[in-house]
């Protein structure tokens, strides 16, 4: 079975512009990152602000050109600068934070079918109809079609930028923490929407969040970046169960533990120390 | 005695579609030396039940109660000059968002010095050597250098420091902690709020922390509070609410939790209550 994408050692630098006091420079935010995704399965990237995981996510969405490595999306080499739409069909993404992805002034039907408009050659009817059966995929209605975004709450608005990412039949659904910004009920809603789609479709999910929980929940496959390098990348039981990289571990023992032993133990601890309740 | 006590509080804005209640009918208290959380989700207004108690709502805001006090103090009827003497420095608040909440255009030394100089009259030298001593305590390193550098010089989690200095300055009897970790990255977040704990522990303030992260509420809390849509749903101590909770919707919040996942379905809060006859529960 081959990748549906598949990167080879990408590099990005940033250019730094000198000044007065100053030589012009570069960071390199990506330090050669390898992976591979397999049809219908998670990779879930995790890594704390800086490390370079949305610099990754623009280059996997052929958003920004890598400045070194290779990038295969489903065995054929990508060049940024000679894109065919077939191409831009088969990647999409749905960012953070919906209440800055949608546009305001757009109405929710118009924007489903935009990308339909710039990328297929669609009836307008045709495209009506598909924004309209989208609508109902992501658990929202047919009333919904003519309304704007800020008539919508956040989950709602995640469903819809998950819908127009859906528009095209992408191969490919880049999420770039697309649970931060919601509430945990929410939260809960959409990951199920996602799961369910991926079913439906035989999609393939590039996920990236920083919170484990949830990243334990989704992903097949996990990779965890620091100062844009890999720092460790395998199964989902492999990362979670027998971590290697001392990071991965700082990263495990930070993450608050809900469990009932360990609250338990908390609680008795500031009781012997006479503080608390 | 109670630190913070709390009844029947009601908050309320004018807004153009009529009147919308934030707060309805709240009944908090605060001891000392005690953790209380208040968990709920954006909108269930645990924000600005605090803000009202700190007198820090915009004057649009209708706030009422039948009692509120701290210390045995009223803080109804006191004089607006009282009670800016009592903020700032027995009670204090830390916010989300750091960065933010810190002002760009003076040293974080100045605006931690100038708590100082207000509530406690200090001179110069001794506010400097004050100063010193709280970014220390923070754990800030190279605090007398630090105590110059602006707020843009510095990372999300050494100006969450620098906002918990300046909230602990004068050795407040209750702290009010606001998602102080929401904007912060994991491995941050774990030591601010080990920071937190350690403050709250040598001194034995109260602390409130309002958070929507049950996990932070795990790591932190004696007592929870659970709210929705501006009503309290559940009160009881930590242990209980995660071993045993009562109230169907804190069962829906922490089953909703991924790591509480069954199968291959996580469960929604719809799931298990009625949302429409939890908005009319009185």
Same mark, same amino acid.
């Given at each position: ?277 | 005695?109670?630190?913070? !006590?709390? =009844? ?6 004018? +807004?153009?579609? /009529?009147?919308?209640?934030?707060? $309805?009918? %709240? ?98 030298? !001794?506010? =400097? ?6 970014? +220390?305590?923070? /754990?800030?390193?190279?605090?007398? $250098?630090? %105590? ?135």
């Amino acid at each position: 079975m081959t990748a549906v994408i598949e990167a080879k050692g990408i590099i990005r630098d940033y250019a730094i512009p000198g000044g007065l006091f100053r030589k012009a420079g570069a960071v390199r935010a990506l330090k050669g990152i390898s992976f591979s995704v397999e049809q219908g399965k998670t990779l879930a990237i995790v890594g704390e602000s800086g490390c370079g995981k949305s610099t990754l996510a623009r280059i996997i969405t052929l958003i920004d050109p890598a400045s070194g490595g290779d990038l295969l999306i489903d065995g054929q080499k990508v060049d940024v600068r000679g894109l065919t739409p077939e191409l831009r069909r088969k990647v999409q993404i749905v960012f953070q934070n919906p209440y800055g992805s949608l546009n305001p002034r757009q109405k929710v039907g118009d924007m489903l079918m935009e990308p339909l408009l710039l990328n297929t050659d669609d009836s307008a009817s045709t495209r009506r109809e598909k924004a309209m059966a989208m609508l109902v995929k992501v658990g929202l209605g047919h009333e919904h079609f003519g309304r704007y975004p800020h008539m919508f709450s956040g989950g709602q608005r995640q469903r819809l930028a998950i819908a127009r990412a859906l528009m095209v039949n992408p191969r490919l659904l880049v999420l770039d923490e697309p649970v931060s910004a919601l509430d945990l009920s929410v939260q809960a809603q959409v990951l199920n929407l996602l799961a369910d789609l991926q079913a439906e479709f035989d999609l393939t999910y590039v996920f990236i969040s920083h919170d484990l929980s949830v990243v334990r929940y989704i992903a097949d496959n996990v990779m965890v970046m620091y100062k844009g390098e890999v720092v460790e990348y395998g199964t989902r039981d492999e990362v979670f169960g027998n971590p290697q990289h001392e990071y991965t571990r700082t990263l495990f023992a930070a993450t608050p533990e809900a469990n009932i032993d360990s609250i338990r133990a908390r609680v008795e601890r500031r009781r012997a120390a006479g503080i608390g309740a | 005695m109670a630190l913070l !006590e709390i =009844r029947n509080l009601n908050v309320s804005f004018a +807004t153009s579609t /009529g009147m919308f209640h934030a707060v $309805k009918g %709240l009944d908090l208290k605060v001891h000392p030396r005690e953790v209380l959380a208040i968990v709920g989700e954006s909108g269930s207004g645990k924000s600005v039940s605090m803000l009202a108690a700190m007198g820090l709502l915009p004057k649009t805001a209708k706030v009422t109660a039948d009692v509120m006090s701290f210390n045995g103090r009223d803080l109804l009827t006191m004089p607006a000059s009282e009670r800016r003497a009592i903020i700032g420095k027995d009670i204090s608040m830390i916010f989300q968002e750091p960065i933010a909440s810190l002002n760009p255009c003076f040293t974080v030394g100045y605006q931690l010095e100038e708590t100082l100089r207000a509530h406690l009259g200090l001179g110069g030298s !001794e506010r =400097r050597k004050r100063a010193i001593e709280l970014f +220390t305590a923070v /754990g800030i390193p190279d605090p007398e $250098k630090k %105590l110059s550098a602006y707020p843009h010089q510095m990372s999300g989690g050494q100006c969450q420091r620098v906002m918990i200095a300046i909230a602990i300055a004068c050795k407040p009897k209750l702290l009010i902690a606001d998602e102080p970790t929401t904007a912060l990255d994991v491995t941050i977040q774990k030591q601010i709020l080990d920071l937190l704990m350690k403050l709250q522990e040598e001194t034995g303030m109260g602390m409130i922390m309002i958070t929507h992260d049950m996990g932070v509420v795990a790591e932190t809390a004696d007592r929870v509070i659970v709210k929705y849509k501006g009503r309290k749903m559940e009160e009881a101590d930590v242990l209980t609410l995660f071993e045993a909770p009562s109230h169907p919707y804190t069962k829906a919040l922490l089953s909703a939790l991924p790591e509480n996942a069954t199968g291959d379905r996580l469960s929604t809060v719809s799931d298990f209550v009625d949302m429409a006859a939890l908005e009319g529960q009185q």
